[in-house]
């Protein structure tokens, strides 16, 4: 065969492969209101669409709690989302056409991390990929969790997300978290609006930290283990 045959043919069997990641999942037409979420694979399983009012992008604890009020206030339902919201089910619609996303896309900081008590705080939209690497940075690892980078400790635990292992504590995200910060729609008294910092004690982390039910989780702390792998 030629060199020049055998560097075409070469050529053709050479395939270019790119990997994006998926496309925002909330689309708004006016401003951050006139919207629609759907999920990374762009469809729900009931092929609907889900329309909601408006879009809010908090940047941090105040931003967040103050949205939830003002949602509250004004008698909206309320869901919180993900930068690439990655469940097939229709977990983040709100309902009715006027509900409020709130999404913890720009809710992607790691707030503390204690190299001494093999603990961090991630604020909900911290991804499994930033916080594995932000934690191996302190020899610190998250173990047997989730093959999928992809998706945020806000995500993980509003869906009770888990590796496989039943060794240590077991692979479900929840299993290691011993602090929540939540925020809810509170009373008029209240401001409309409630925060709940639980800790490792308290009766109501349980239940919190595994139940998604019209609350935003705003920051989670772990509790990690030595790696031995770096
Ligand atoms: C490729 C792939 C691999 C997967 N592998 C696994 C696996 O190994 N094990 C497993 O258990 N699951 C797995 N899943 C499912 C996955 O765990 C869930 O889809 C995941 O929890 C979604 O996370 P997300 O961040 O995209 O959240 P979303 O899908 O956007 O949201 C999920 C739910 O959590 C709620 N939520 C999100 N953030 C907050 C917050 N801050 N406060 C309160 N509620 C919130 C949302 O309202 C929604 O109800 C996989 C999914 C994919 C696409």
Request: hydrophobic fraction near 40%.
């Amino acid at each position: 065969m030629s060199p020049l045959l055998g560097l075409l043919i070469s050529l053709l069997l050479i395939s270019v492969a790119y990997s994006t990641p998926p496309e925002k999942p909330i689309t708004c037409t006016n401003g951050n209101s006139k919207c629609t979420i759907t999920n990374s694979i762009d469809i729900f399983p009931d092929r609907t669409i889900c329309r909601a009012g408006f879009a809010a992008y908090p940047t941090s604890e105040a931003e967040l709690i103050a949205t939830i009020a003002d949602g509250t206030r004004r008698g909206l339902k309320m869901k919180a989302t993900t930068q690439l919201s990655h469940s097939i089910p229709k977990l983040v619609c709100p309902g009715g056409e006027d509900g409020l996303l709130i999404s913890t896309e720009r809710l992607y900081k790691v707030l503390n991390i204690d190299m001494n008590a093999m603990t961090m705080t991630v604020e909900s939209g911290v991804m499994l990929r930033d916080l594995i690497s932000e934690a191996a940075k302190a020899k610190l690892a998250l173990p047997y969790t989730h093959y999928w980078w992809g998706l945020t400790v806000g995500g993980m635990l509003g869906t009770g997300a888990h590796g496989s292992t039943l060794w240590g504590k077991g692979s479900a995200v929840h299993d290691y978290v011993i602090g929540l910060t939540i925020v809810s729609p509170g009373s008029e008294v209240d401001g409309f609006v409630k925060v709940r910092q639980l800790k490792e004690g308290d009766e109501e982390l349980n239940a919190a930290k595994v139940l998604e039910i019209d609350t935003h989780f705003y920051n989670t702390k772990l509790s990690l283990e030595f790696s031995t792998h770096l």
